[in-house]
C-alpha cells in the first residue's frame, strides 16, 4: 500500500498541503485540536477539487472523488501519524506552540518518519533543538498556496541527516513541487529576505497604509532585516560569481536567449490564462 502522509492542521496552509499530496495520489491525515477545523477543511477541499476539475485545474492523474478518498480527518495525534512516513506540520507561526507539537511526535514517532515543519521565519536551530529524532526534522517553507506556488525552501538544522534533506527533496519534487534547498538556516530564509527587502523599500518609497499586515508581521520583518549587511557594492567577487553562473545556465547567445524569453512568455500565458478562470 502506499506510504501515508500527514498534514497536522486543517488551517489555510494544511490544507492546500493536503490537496497537493492527494493529488500526487498519497493517503492524507488532517490533524486539528480544533474539530470545526476538520469539517471545514474537508468541506473547503471537496469545493475546491470539484470546481478544479471542472475547470481543467485538477492536478494529478485520479479524479476529484479519488483524491478526496484518499483524505481524512482525526483529532488524535497518535493515530494521525499512525504508519506516516512524512509528517508536514501546518500549526500557527508561533514558537512555544511548534515546540510543544515537535515534543510530542518526537515521543511517539520511529526513526525513519521524516517531521517537517511549515513555518515561515521560526528558524531549525530554535524548533528542533534537543530533540532525540533531530536527524529526522527540517523545515519545508511553502508559498501561499502550496497547490498553485510550487516552491519550497528546504531548511535543515545542523543535525539534520543528509538522507532526510535528500528524502525531503525528492519527495517535493514527486508531488510536484518546486523544491530549493538552502546549506544552512539564516533568519527569513531566502524568499523572505527578498520579500522584505522589496517590501521595506516600498515603505521607503510610499508609505502606504498596510495597518493589518504590519500587526502580523510588524516584528518578523524588523528581526529579519536587522540581520541583513551593509549595502552591496555590486562589483567585484560576487559579481564575477553571479555572471558565470548565469552565463552557465544561460549562454549569452541570441539562440538560447531567444528560447529561454519564449519559454517565459508561454508560462505568463498560462499564468494569465489561470488567474482569468480564478
Ligand atoms: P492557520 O491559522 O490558518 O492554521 C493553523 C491551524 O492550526 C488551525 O486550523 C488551528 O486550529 C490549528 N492548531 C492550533 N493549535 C494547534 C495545536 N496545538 N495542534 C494542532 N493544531 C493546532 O495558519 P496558516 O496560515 O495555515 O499557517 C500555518 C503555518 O504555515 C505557520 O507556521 C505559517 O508561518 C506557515 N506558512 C503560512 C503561509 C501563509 O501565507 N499563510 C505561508 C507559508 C508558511
Redesign the pocket.
Known amino acids: 500500500s502506499r506510504c501515508r502522509h500527514v498534514t497536522?492542521?486543517?488551517?489555510?496552509?494544511?490544507?492546500s498541503w493536503a490537496m497537493v499530496f492527494a493529488a500526487a495520489g498519497f493517503k492524507v491525515k488532517l490533524?486539528?485540536?480544533?474539530q470545526q477545523?476538520i469539517k471545514s477543511?474537508l468541506e473547503n477541499i471537496r469545493k475546491q477539487m470539484k470546481e478544479l476539475e471542472e475547470s481543467g485545474f485538477l492536478k494529478g492523474a485520479l479524479s476529484a472523488e479519488q483524491q478526496l478518498a484518499l483524505i481524512s480527518g482525526c483529532t488524535d495525534?497518535r493515530e494521525a501519524v499512525e504508519g506516516a512516513t512524512f509528517i508536514q506540520?501546518?500549526?500557527?507561526?508561533?514558537l512555544d506552540?511548534?515546540k510543544?507539537?515537535f515534543g510530542q511526535l518526537d515521543l511517539i514517532v520511529d526513526d525513519n518518519v521524516i517531521l517537517s515543519?511549515?513555518?515561515?521565519?521560526?528558524l531549525p536551530t530554535k524548533l528542533f533543538t534537543g530533540l532525540q529524532h533531530v536527524k529526522q526534522c527540517i523545515v519545508s517553507?511553502?508559498?501561499?498556496?502550496?497547490y498553485f506556488v510550487p516552491l519550497v525552501e528546504i531548511v535543515p538544522h545542523p543535525e539534520t541527516d543528509p538522507s532526510t534533506i535528500e528524502r525531503t527533496y525528492a519527495l517535493m519534487k514527486k508531488i510536484g513541487q518546486s523544491p530549493v534547498k538552502l546549506n544552512k538556516e539564516i533568519e527569513g530564509f531566502v524568499l523572505n529576505r527578498l520579500q522584505y527587502a522589496v517590501i521595506s523599500e516600498a515603505w521607503r518609497l510610499v508609505g502606504v497604509r498596510i495597518s493589518n499586515y504590519c500587526e502580523r508581521y510588524r516584528d518578523g520583518m524588523k528581526l529579519v532585516l536587522n540581520t541583513f549587511g551593509p549595502v552591496p557594492e555590486y562589483s567585484g567577487e560576487v559579481e564575477q560569481k553571479v555572471n558565470q553562473a548565469m552565463s552557465e545556465k544561460i549562454p549569452v547567445v541570441p539562440k538560447h536567449l531567444d528560447s529561454r524569453r519564449e519559454w517565459r512568455d508561454e508560462c505568463l500565458a498560462r499564468l494569465a490564462k489561470l488567474k482569468i478562470q480564478m
Not at 490533524?31 to 480544533?34: A, G, S
Not at 506540520?89 to 508561533?94: D, V
Not at 517553507?141 to 502550496?146: G, I, K, L, M, T
Open positions: 497536522v492542521t486543517g488551517g489555510l496552509i494544511g490544507r490533524y486539528d485540536i480544533v477545523q477543511a495525534l506540520e501546518c500549526t500557527p507561526e508561533n506552540l511548534k510543544k507539537i515543519s511549515s513555518t515561515s521565519c521560526l517553507h511553502p508559498v501561499n498556496p502550496p
